[in-house]
T-cell receptor, first 114, second 113 residues
Framework: SAVISQKPSRDICQRGTSLTIQCQVD?????MFWYRQQPGQSLTLIAT?????????ESGFVIDKFPISRPNLTFSTLTVSNMSPEDSSIYLC???????????FGPGTRLTVL | GDSVTQMEGPVTLSEEAFLTINCTYT??????LFWYVQYPGEGLQLLLK?????DKGSNKGFEATYRKETTSFHLEKGSVQVSDSAVYFC????????????FGPGTRLSVLP
């Protein structure tokens, strides 16, 4: 498994601002993912964070709204840009390795947009 | 495409009751199957997994068996505790596409003392 931390754990933000969420893993991992979990809902994959190249976004998510960085094999950031109340969700980072088909999740960032 | 269906919640049980949460899946390949648990205010934790037909995953008293003939992976526990109150997610990973995960909608379990 892997130990994953996220910062911040929660935040309350104003409409129109941006928030950057950090994900740190205690070991090098092949794959890093960002998910959104809207209130009372299941998980929706936003994008796969690729080390040293642009992230791969899922349908309905765009780089201008959710820019992602992954400078090395243990760290990634997700920015939620120009926020609106509809962006209020839990944002989860997860990691995986090519040698296994399991994903491990961070504790999540609880975002409220007013 | 691949999909996961779970029984609708919420499920409310008394302590020491028997738990079953149904999960069925649709996949074109031979997926691995997972149960994740999300305790209040926390992220997802891997509860158990199975990678091929007839495999049984188990952890913390929970069990699930990979049934290829019925495309199911039902979660069971013989005697639930108040501390088991959480949301349970069934998921599959289609190994043909690496780490492509599909999650079910989640089932909220409340266990009353």
């Amino acid at each position: 498994s892997a130990v994953i931390s996220q910062k911040p754990s929660r935040d309350i933000c104003q409409r129109g601002t941006s928030l950057t969420i950090q994900c740190q893993v205690d070991s090098q991992v092949t794959m890093m993912f960002w998910y959104r979990q809207q209130p009372g809902q299941s998980l929706t994959l936003i994008a796969t964070a690729n080390q040293g190249s642009e992230a791969t976004y899922e349908s309905g998510f765009v780089i201008d709204k959710f820019p992602i960085s992954r400078p090395n094999l243990t760290f990634s950031t997700l920015t939620v840009s120009n926020m609106s109340p509809e962006d209020s969700s839990i944002y989860l980072c997860s990691v995986g390795k090519l040698s296994t088909d399991t994903q491990y999740f961070g504790p999540g960032t609880r975002l409220t947009v007013l | 495409g691949d999909s996961v269906t779970q029984m609708e919640g919420p499920v409310t049980l008394s302590e020491e009751a028997f738990l079953t949460i149904n999960c069925t899946y649709t996949a074109t390949g031979y997926p691995s199957l997972f149960w994740y648990v999300q305790y209040p205010g926390e992220g997802l934790q891997l509860l158990l997994k199975a990678t091929k037909a007839d495999d049984k995953g188990s952890n913390k008293g929970f069990e699930a068996t990979y049934r290829k003939e019925t495309t199911s992976f039902h979660l069971e526990k013989g005697s639930v505790q108040v501390s088991d109150s959480a949301v349970y997610f069934c998921a599959l990973s289609d190994k043909n596409y690496g780490q492509n995960f599909v999650f079910g909608p989640g089932t909220r379990l409340s266990v009353l003392p």
